[in-house]
């Protein structure tokens, strides 16, 4: 009986890697396939730099969404809160001149506030998600764009700009370490803490989670507030990368996440082969070399690839659900 037990217990960690070997073999073969097609253009050293840089931010959202979104909140109001978050850290640190410090810490607790604010919504005022996540969305993009005609109207520029200051974050070497810091937290939090546990029963099955005694109002809060934190790197990323994150209105801020919900979406098709966190690290890095394929086949950046990018979150959303039965809610 002993050695039945020992063979049953080897069998998955052989089915797994065995799954984990096949998807990496099919990805390098398409890769390989790719820059055949493209005169190997796309396998160089300078292009993957270039999808590597690109796929960090997206990467960051969804590793944000995954604490947000697998307990049951579908929150829209993530791009807003990229936004507002990452000029909040250029003016504490250029306009208030705290540097660095300014800007890590005065994106990451404005990212926890706004995320903090749309959770409330939910868990206090009990309203659907997706509502609350568009009304915060509109409140945010308000805001933002109303501060950005007061600067405009006063120094002739919408925006601060980083220039060359305080950018390390968003270029190599910074920009990778900050990349692999941010794959070994959300491993460990969704993995190994109470917290992650806690917000994966929940999205599972609320009815079961409820009776082992979890606290579904402490759990939503707890996962928004963890989730806070990644999409406030997200936006030191996208702020670091670009020098200045320009204002939108009329919930186009909606767009800035379609991306990385994508890259979820992806990772979470994959969770039968490695770990959500992890999916998210390899998905991040497939979605974003699809849009670098894309360019190089000459596809406009503009309403080509939005459609090619709807076409993805479609189909990622359709493999993320694969391995349910029943009605999707």
């Not at 945010?140 to 601060?160: D, H, N």
């Not at 759990?219 to 990323?237: C, D, E, K, N, R």
Request: hydrophobic share 55%; with cysteine; charged share 10%.
């Amino acid at each position: 009986m002993s050695n039945e037990n020992a063979v049953k217990r080897k069998l998955p960690m052989t089915a797994g890697v065995r799954n984990k070997l096949i998807a990496l073999a099919v990805l390098a073969a398409i890769f390989i396939i790719l820059n055949l097609i493209l005169g190997g253009r796309f396998l160089t050293l300078t292009n993957i730099k270039t999808i590597v840089s690109h796929a960090v931010f997206p990467a960051f959202v969804a590793w944000g969404m995954i604490f947000i979104f697998t307990s049951g909140i579908v929150d829209l109001s993530l791009g807003a809160n990229v936004l507002l978050s990452a000029n909040v850290g250029a003016i504490c640190a250029v306009s208030l001149g705290l540097g660095y410090v300014g800007l890590i810490l005065g994106t990451i607790l404005c990212a926890v506030i706004c995320q903090h604010i749309s959770c409330r919504c939910v868990v206090t005022l009990k309203i659907p998600s997706w509502i609350a996540g568009l009304g915060v969305a509109l409140v945010f993009e308000a805001i933002l764009s109303q501060y950005a005609a007061v600067r405009a109207s006063g120094s002739g520029s919408s925006v601060i700009n980083l220039g060359d200051s305080y950018r390390a974050l968003g270029q190599m070497p910074g920009l990778a370490i900050l990349w692999l810091l941010g794959l070994v937290a959300a491993w460990l939090l969704y993995n190994r803490t109470s917290a992650g546990i806690n917000i994966r029963a929940i999205g599972g099955n609320e009815a079961v989670a409820s009776a082992m005694g979890i606290n579904k109002k402490k759990t939503l809060l707890v996962g928004a507030l963890i989730g806070a934190v990644f999409i406030g790197v997200a936006a030191i990323v996208q702020l670091s990368y670009n020098s200045f994150v320009a204002p939108q209105s009329g919930l186009n801020s909606i767009s800035t996440i379609f991306k990385a919900l994508a890259t979820m979406l992806l990772a979470q098709s994959f969770s039968y082969i490695v770990s959500v966190p992890v999916g998210v690290f390899f998905s991040a890095i497939i979605v974003m070399a699809i849009f670098n394929v894309l360019t190089m086949f000459g596809v406009p950046s503009g309403t080509g690839q939005e459609i090619c990018l709807g076409v993805i979150v479609i189909l990622c959303g359709i493999m993320s659900q694969l391995k349910y039965k029943g009605v999707v809610k």
